[in-house]
């Protein structure tokens, strides 16, 4: 049996759907659906138990969480880089994470957590993952921050050979459309092209990079999903990894994807950013992915950024059912 927890968001559903891809069905689904569309996420997919996300953690902190789970995947946390309330992201990404986590290894579970790629910064320290010099990573946000927290606590607790946490870079993919906001331009892209208008993408104001040319490590969903079940599968790989594509892309490289998929002609136009992310936009990220990498071809990704927006295009935005499913 599996515990993922955040099971209806982005990550946490197409992470079911793997699972059921290898015919595995037992499967708890920890999440608060509250008013969201999140449960359009979990329709086409198999579990055996929903359980809100408070009643997880009262079980958890009282002792009644009686399961022995084969392994629990920890994506139970606010995503919101632009989320504003500092005590909330601590309660729910930090300290909730570190509950999860010692429940896992308590019941020799595998445990496998979601950190960010937001801990990094504006990458002037790099993007090497690992935990040796994670104490000089300066988030931008709070939410990279609370995500930091948990990271340097796993070192604290010497849990480096003990558990797996993964820095997601720009994920993109089907199951993200109740995000909003939040979800990727790859999946805004589609809806405005569809509806006849041009795409568009923030100006840059870093005179390094010319409007379009800001580069982002874009990541597909299936290759996350497919990594993390090797993971699950592979006892002997524990750290702190990246995970991307390992190759940076300019924001004109996915839109010209996105036209192509659609097989429509590239229109683009350049808006101004919002004051509130000029301070802590980043401009450069590229996930280093040699230590995830030297543990096998299982770890390698399948899909680049052209590949990956095809598939997510054709296979889903285009069709009548745009939900993984099996």
């Given at each position: 049996?599996?515990i ?5 968001g ?5 992470m ?10 037992n499967v708890?689904i920890?999440?608060?659906?509250a008013?969201s569309?999140k449960?359009?996420?979990l ?9 809100h996300r408070d009643?997880?953690e009262?079980?958890?902190k009282?002792?009644k969480a009686l ?9 139970g ?5 632009t989320?504003?309330?500092a005590d909330?992201?601590m309660?729910?990404?930090?300290e909730y994470s570190?509950l999860?986590c010692?429940?896992a290894?308590?019941h ?9 790629a937001?801990?990094?910064?504006d990458?002037?320290q ?5 935990y040796?010099?994670i104490e000089n990573?300066r ?5 990279g921050?609370s995500?930091?927290l ?5 070192k604290r ?6 558990i ?18 939040m979800m990727?331009?790859?999946s805004?892209?589609?809806k405005q ?6 795409l568009?993408?923030?100006?840059s ?5 010319e409007n ?9 969903i299936?290759?996350c999903?497919?990594?993390?079940f090797?993971?699950?599968?592979n006892?002997?790989?524990n ?8 190759k940076?892309r300019?924001?004109l ?10 097989d ?6 350049f808006?101004?950013?919002p004051?509130s992310?000029k301070e802590k ?9 040699q230590?995830?990498h030297s543990k096998?071809?299982e770890f390698?990704?399948?899909f680049?950024?052209e590949?990956g927006v095809?598939d ?9 059912n745009k939900?993984?499913?099996v």
């Amino acid at each position: 049996m599996y515990i993922i927890t955040g099971g209806a968001g982005f990550i946490g559903s197409a992470m079911l759907w793997e699972l059921n891809r290898h015919g595995i069905e037992n499967v708890i689904i920890v999440d608060n659906l509250a008013h969201s569309e999140k449960w359009k996420n979990l329709v086409g997919l198999r579990y055996t138990e929903y359980i809100h996300r408070d009643d997880f953690e009262d079980m958890l902190k009282t002792g009644k969480a009686l399961w022995r789970p084969k392994g629990v995947i920890h994506l139970g946390a606010c995503s919101s880089t632009t989320e504003t309330n500092a005590d909330f992201l601590m309660k729910n990404n930090f300290e909730y994470s570190r509950l999860v986590c010692k429940y896992a290894l308590h019941h020799g579970a595998r445990f496998i957590n979601a950190s960010s790629a937001a801990t990094y910064g504006d990458g002037t320290q790099g993007f090497n993952d690992g935990y040796g010099k994670i104490e000089n990573l300066r988030p931008l946000n709070m939410y990279g921050y609370s995500k930091q927290l948990f990271d340097l606590w796993a070192k604290r607790e010497k849990l480096q050979e003990k558990i797996v946490s993964l820095k997601f870079f720009n994920v993109y993919g089907p199951n993200e459309y109740h995000k909003g906001d939040m979800m990727s331009v790859a999946s805004k892209a589609f809806k405005q092209i569809s509806e006849g208008n041009p795409l568009k993408l923030f100006k840059s104001y870093n005179p390094k990079y010319e409007n379009g040319c800001q580069m982002r490590d874009f990541v597909y969903i299936k290759d996350c999903t497919r990594i993390m079940f090797n993971l699950l599968e592979n006892s002997g790989v524990n750290g702190l990894f990246n995970l991307g594509s390992g190759k940076s892309r300019s924001w004109l490289d996915l839109a010209k994807a996105v036209f192509v998929a659609m097989d429509k002609k590239l229109n683009v136009e350049f808006i101004e950013m919002p004051d509130s992310l000029k301070e802590k936009y980043q401009y450069f990220t590229e996930a280093n992915m040699q230590s995830l990498h030297s543990k096998g071809q299982e770890f390698l990704p399948t899909f680049d950024l052209e590949s990956g927006v095809k598939d997510y295009i054709v296979n889903y935005l285009a069709t009548d059912n745009k939900y993984l499913s099996v």
